[in-house]
């Protein structure tokens, strides 16, 4: 069976519709209003294998992309086709990019190499909070470094990971004048 879902929360669809006519010829139209969805999950549980399933946009599936990959996985799992009209791609093959996807290593796991490059293990967050300041005054690092009990190369490599220059130790002169 053909079956076309769409979703009324989602953007308009009728120009899409308009333009894939052909596609969606014969597919009977199931239009969900339901804020949760509930047309979606009860239409997922009736797929069968053989069944295709046609939607103008992801958008429809879900909310969030977690829900848009439940949907198709749901979906595919049945051995229903899933295909979006607006972007002419097939559910499974997202299905497979989103498992490369999974598979490649998260840069929030990934020790970023700036910051881990020599940790600073003295300067506590109140002593970083207290060059910061004092280096967004214009003080010198040696007496940064005197006032808060640290070597100038911490209060250096602290001003250099929260990019700290501060505007009073830029030269006049070089700056020009707007006159």
């Known amino acids: 069976m053909r079956i076309l879902y769409i979703h009324s929360s989602a953007p308009p669809t009728a120009d899409l519709l308009d333009r894939h006519a052909a596609a969606i010829a014969g597919a009977r139209v199931l239009r969900d ?7 979606r999950d009860t ?4 797929l069968v294998d053989g069944d295709e399933l046609l939607v103008p946009g992801l958008e429809h599936l879900g909310a969030t992309s977690s829900m ?18 607006h972007d002419g791609i097939d559910g499974a ?37 207290e060059i910061l300041a004092l280096s967004a005054s214009g003080m010198p690092i040696r007496v ?12 250096m490599r602290v001003r250099r990971i929260h990019r700290v220059l501060p ?5 006049s002169d070089c700056l020009g004048s707007a006159d």
């Open 33 to 39: 209003s339901s804020a949760e969805q509930a047309g």
């Open 144 to 155: 940064i470094a005197e006032t808060v009990g640290l070597s100038s190369g911490t209060v």
């Open 167 to 171: 505007h009073s130790s830029w030269p």
């Open 93 to 129: 093959s997202i299905l497979r990019a989103a498992a490369l996807l999974e598979a490649l290593p998260d840069a929030a796991d990934m020790p970023s190499p700036r910051r881990d490059s020599r940790p600073y293990r003295r300067a506590t967050p109140e002593r970083v909070a």
């Open 68 to 85: 848009i990959l439940a949907s198709l996985r749901r979906a595919v799992e049945v051995g229903a086709r899933v295909t979006l009209l």
């Open 43 to 46: 239409l997922l549980t009736l």
